[in-house]
């Protein structure tokens, strides 16, 4: 299987970071074909610019930078995107990669019958850590907010299938806490 892995942590000694090495670690295992996209090392511009809009909207040339992430999209089976939930939200170069790159006429389309998810066959299984306890992100929402924005909203709208699952209590919680949320990564 061809496996992009995604994150988006400026820290490459984060937990964040941890979890995409047993990402790779595990997949590795398993025989996948793996490369992975590191949008802080690679200093992607996740800034939308008319540029963009003018691949997407107007018939001219998607951007070089765009156009070699889409093709690592296309190329993979499987997306796993890591990151960590920042103020209720994906860290801003996490949402400019899929502002840019999961563009209109790339990764969906609108169609007579409405929009259409072009990325279908593909799969998603997203890892997100917060410095807050699970509880309260349930009780409040917050989760499921998560999975209709992002698993609906962002990568269903894609045609992806798409599994969320989240790290809460990390910043504050204990090694071996840490550690069980690495040994559930299968």
């Known amino acids: 299987m061809n496996h992009l892995i995604i994150y988006s ?3 490459p000694m984060s937990f ?3 979890i995409v090495d047993k990402v790779e ?4 295992q398993k025989g996948d074909n793996i490369k992975i996209i590191d949008l802080y090392g690679d200093k992607f511009n996740p800034v939308l610019e008319f540029p963009d809009i003018e691949s997407m909207f107007m018939g001219k040339e998607t951007p070089k930078d765009v156009k070699e992430y889409q093709e690592l999209v296309t190329w993979a089976d499987h997306l796993t ?15 400019g990669f899929i502002d840019r790159v999961f563009a209109s006429g790339y990764a969906f389309a609108y169609t007579e019958k409405g ?14 850590s917060t410095g807050t306890p699970n ?15 992002i698993g609906a909203g962002v990568f269903g709208f894609c045609g992806m299938e798409t599994n969320i699952t989240f790290f809460g209590n990390v910043a504050t919680g204990t090694d071996e806490e840490r550690k069980a949320y690495l040994d559930s990564i299968s």
């Open 135 to 149: 509880d309260y992100y349930e009780q409040s929402g917050m989760l499921d907010a998560q999975e209709r924005i």
């Open 81 to 95: 995107i890591v990151y960590p939930l920042w103020w209720g939200q994906m860290p801003a170069m996490l949402k």
């Open 25 to 28: 670690e595990v997949g590795s």
């Open 9 to 11: 942590h400026l820290n």
């Open 16 to 18: 964040t970071k941890a």
């Open 115 to 128: 929009p259409e998810g072009l990325l279908k066959g593909k799969t998603a299984q997203l890892y997100i």
